[in-house]
């Protein structure tokens, strides 16, 4: 499973009807009208891809779209669509391609994508890792050394013991995705750990510490951890109250604020159904921007849902690395 | 600024010069002693003129020096992200690390960078440009930071399409890109100026080729601060000259053998971390390590 269903914790599944996601623009739902502020797309750096629509080998009880291996209201996308799309990404200067699903390794063409993708430019693929047998990492490792951009795995966990994980995950998940990424350690990878904070802040060394030895003990020495922010949604919600009326982005908050922050100004999401603003809105009907890229880039994405405003006050979470705050020129 | 929109970065008051020989380098993160070397190294050459790209202080000691080398010489200097904040009393250098200990090593240096440059220099470092432009041979370069349209912009090699660096030179209207930020040096040419060498791709329709309606080059000139985390002492600058036939420039990466064992000795009598020192004294890099990609981490030891 992708880490999206791993950092957005909701067991409320909510397929976008058909007739909706692929309607023609005057079909869809006008855009939010105040309070909500609107941010345009300043540069396509980000092009995300739903590789694997909704579809996992595994069924998070906290995924916030419900990615099973039954749900297909998102289903894989092809080599073509995805080569379609990044031929496209050249004319929009993309700098960095992610792939997310769903578990991407669940796509039968994700060896090839990540060829094509590779020939152009950096790949990041966020992965349960339960589903990375000694041949497929080989080649991915063949992969990353052809190429000069670099291929990242982005692996999810949900903290450092089997209970933590596998009360979420199911049996035997936690030792599977050690068993994983214990394969791209020895295959000269630095996968990015990924766990959403779900302690308190003021022990998130202790947290730390305790990943640096679990991964220790994988032969990962110098362990790349990202830790994000929660997000008031699903279980999350219901441990910790979840937004506030008052937790929304505003116009008012958005003057003088650094757009670039927001993922939703520098990237889109390409899925089987169309483009969208970006992973968490997902089952978000008007974050669908378009049919295709062309569309996607020139429409605005309105900050009207709760989530935005983690993604305002932590930055864009979804990307490898935090972009600075502007410096001016 | 966009990268779509093709806004240019605006006009200098004054002509660009033009030069046929150049030395740049950028990130001197106080490391007077290499900046001397390299100087030096560079007026053997027969450059006609010196570059810096900005990152005056942090990691190394006595910040002042470097400043004072760069202003009595009269070194054209654009504005780092470091610089900008120590002349705006920012709370931190624009880096926008969020691992802990590349944080709490950040702050180290940047808070005795700040109480140790002395208000004249920071007040002079906000005066600083946040780009040069000039010309070499007939070809338009912008020098800037990190990249033309953030100065704090991490442009690494394994991360950076060749049709990005592209649409960014032509939305810059420059035909040679040259910035620094990252610390390592590299460079990638496109549209006729690619390295000799390259292979092509076995499928003739993959990839797309690049929008360039020019030849480009991008070039990320080093640091003269700390080592480029590849397990040698010397320390990165760039030459950069322009080809007698017009065509592409030629790009010399240059070491820079100094005393860093001096170095490492007024670091540790500055109280500077030891990790700090460890990096002059090996060449590898102990901290700034989150923002690194894997494929540049792998290549470090830490």
Redesign the interface.
């Known amino acids: 499973m992708a880490s999206v269903c791993d950092f957005y914790p909701t067991p409320v599944s909510r397929p976008l009807p058909v007739a909706l996601a692929e309607g023609s623009p005057a079909e869809r739902p006008a855009p939010a009208e105040p309070p909500s502020p609107t941010v345009p797309?300043?540069?396509?750096d980000d092009l995300w891809f739903q590789v694997s629509g909704t579809v996992c080998n595994l069924r998070c009880s906290h995924c916030f779209i419900s990615c099973s291996p039954e749900n297909d209201s998102f289903w894989f996308l092809s080599r073509e669509q995805v080569?379609e799309a990044?031929?496209d990404s050249?004319?929009?200067?993309?700098?960095?391609y992610y792939f997310t699903g769903g578990e991407p390794f669940m796509n039968r063409d994700i060896l090839g994508i990540l060829a094509?993708t590779l020939?152009?430019?950096?790949a990041t693929v966020l992965t349960n890792a339960t589903v990375l047998p000694g041949r497929r990492v080989e080649a991915l490792a063949e992969l990353?050394a052809a190429s000069?951009?670099?291929?990242?795995l982005r692996v999810s966990l949900d903290g450092t013991t089997r209970e933590t994980n596998d009360d979420i995950r199911g049996e035997g998940a936690f030792r599977r995705a050690l068993d994983g990424m214990e394969r791209l350690v020895a295959a000269?990878?630095?996968p990015?750990v990924t766990c959403m904070r779900s302690w308190p802040e003021e022990d998130?060394?202790r947290v730390?510490a305790d990943f640096r030895e679990l991964l220790a003990g994988i032969g990962y020495d110098?362990a790349?951890?990202?830790?994000l922010p929660p997000l008031q949604m699903g279980q999350e919600a219901e441990r910790t109250g979840g937004y506030r009326p008052y937790e929304r982005v505003t116009r008012a908050m958005m003057e003088g604020f650094d757009a670039?922050q927001l993922l939703c100004s520098r990237s889109r999401l390409v899925t089987a159904r169309g483009v969208w603003t970006c992973p968490i809105l997902l089952d978000t009907a008007s974050a669908r921007l378009g049919d295709g890229l062309d569309e996607a880039?020139e429409a605005p994405a309105v900050l009207s849902e709760p989530a935005c405003w983690t993604c305002y006050r932590s930055g864009a979470i979804c990307s490898?690395?935090?972009?600075?705050?502007?410096?001016?020129? | 600024m966009?990268?779509?929109d093709g806004a240019p970065?605006g006009n200098p008051p004054e002509p660009e010069p033009t030069h046929h020989r150049v030395a740049l380098f950028g990130g001197v993160y106080s490391n007077h002693l290499a900046l001397e070397a390299a100087l030096a190294d560079a007026g053997d050459r027969g450059v006609d003129a010196v570059y810096c790209l900005g990152d005056l202080g942090a990691f190394g000691p006595h910040p002042d020096r470097t400043v004072e080398i760069l202003r009595e010489r009269g070194i054209p200097v654009l504005?780092g992200?470091y610089d900008?904040s120590l002349a705006r009393g920012l709370d931190d250098c624009?880096?926008?690390y969020?691992?802990?200990r590349d944080n709490h090593y950040a702050r180290l240096s940047y808070r005795y960078t700040f109480t140790r440059t002395s208000p004249e220099h920071r007040a002079w470092m906000g005066t600083l440009p946040?780009?040069i432009r000039f010309r070499l041979g007939g070809h338009r370069v912008l020098c800037?930071h990190?990249s033309p349209?953030?100065?704090?912009?991490?442009l690494?090699?394994?991360?950076?399409?060749t049709?990005?660096l592209?649409?960014?030179a032509r939305d810059h209207e420059a035909d040679i890109v040259l910035g620094t930020h990252t610390g390592i040096h590299w460079s990638r040419g496109w549209g006729g100026w690619e390295e000799s060498g390259r292979t092509g791709?076995a499928?003739e329709a993959?990839?797309?080729v690049?929008?360039a309606e020019r030849p480009g080059l991008h070039v990320n000139v080093g640091a003269l601060g700390r080592p480029a985390n590849d397990g040698r002492t010397e320390v990165w600058y760039t030459l950069l000259e322009a080809s007698e036939d017009g065509g592409r420039p030629t790009v010399r990466f240059v070491p820079v053998n100094y005393d860093h064992d001096r170095l490492a000795r007024e670091m540790q009598d500055e109280e500077l971390p030891e990790e700090f020192v460890e990096t002059i004294r090996t060449g590898w890099w102990t901290t700034c390590?989150?923002?690194l990609?894997?494929?540049?981490?792998?290549r470090g030891r830490?």
């Open positions: 797309l300043t540069s396509l080569r990044l031929a050249v004319e929009h200067g993309v700098k960095e094509d020939a152009l430019g950096p990353a000069p951009y670099t291929l990242e000269g990878f630095l990015i998130t060394p730390l110098r790349r951890i990202k830790i670039d880039v490898n690395l935090p972009v600075g705050t502007e410096t001016d020129r | 966009s990268l779509r970065a504005r992200n900008d624009q880096c926008g969020t691992d802990p946040g780009e800037c990190g349209r953030r100065t704090n912009e991490f690494w090699e394994s991360t950076t399409p049709h990005f592209a649409a960014l791709s499928d993959w990839p797309p690049p929008p390590l989150e923002i990609p894997g494929k540049e981490r792998a830490h």
